[in-house]
């Protein structure tokens, strides 16, 4: 009989499989990362509890390429400063991915708010443009010129977090109580660069990030990074207190609390 490929694996192809996806290769990516200063209490009200506003108001902007396996994929995040338990670090309110295989990994296993979407980074001599765009919005865009080259940090930790979490089968709250999760990111640069430019957030009903208003910019930056990434969950959170927030993770957040009641 043959292989039927939707049938069992045996132990043998799980332990491969598992294998197989251990420490990859270091993948080096070229992005632009802005930041800027934002009216406090917008930060205070995108942050779900427990989590706290940061030290500062800030916004950050990651928007990135790189070839991953002989395939272009574009990756970019829109986080704002947050701290859990004495620990700084950032909460993206939306990550933007162009493949499949990018959003999956991050959104099921560590709760990434990744969406399918376009990234775009472009450099011509000294003048780059680099946008985030969905629904035909390029709703984040970032534009100027290299000013120079900077010292290159060490290697950097830094914290992300995320809620991991299921809506319930009969449409009320959660299957299971959320978690709050603390991913930890190690960082390498071998290429850093100064830009002067220019932030623009466009609205969208989708992506809301021109409520996170440019106040002061911090810096715009262009480099080339590596990094690996570990999770844990730090908490169990109140599934009450995290139900407001959960449209911050779809496009329509009625698509899940009606999904009881629709037929495919």
Known sequence: ?????????????????KAGGGKLPDIWSTGVVAVWETDPDVVAQVLPPPLKPGERPLVRVNISRVDLFGHPLGAGSVAVSARHD??????????PMTTERALIG???VFGEPKKLGEVTVERVGDVVMAKLARHGIA??????????AL?????????DFYFKFLPAVDGNGFDGDPVLVRCSRHERVRKLEAMTGSVVL??????????????????ITIGEKTSDQSGQVV????????????????????????APHREA
């Open 202 to 219: 466009r609205e969208s009903a989708y992506d809301p990030v021109a409520d996170l208003s440019v106040r002061r910019l911090v810096e």
């Open 235 to 258: 908490e169990r959170v109140s599934a009450q207190a995290l139900l407001p927030y959960i449209h911050q993770r779809y496009d329509d957040v009625q698509q899940i609390l009606d």
């Open 86 to 95: 004495g620990v700084e670090g950032w909460y993206p309110l939306v990550m």
């Open 139 to 148: 709703f984040v865009e970032v534009a100027g010129a290299v000013s120079g």
């Open 1 to 17: 009989m043959a292989r039927v490929r939707y049938g069992p694996r045996s132990e043998a192809e799980m332990q491969a499989a």
């Open 106 to 108: 991050g959104r099921e």
């Open 151 to 159: 010292p290159l940090p060490g290697v950097t930790e830094k914290a």
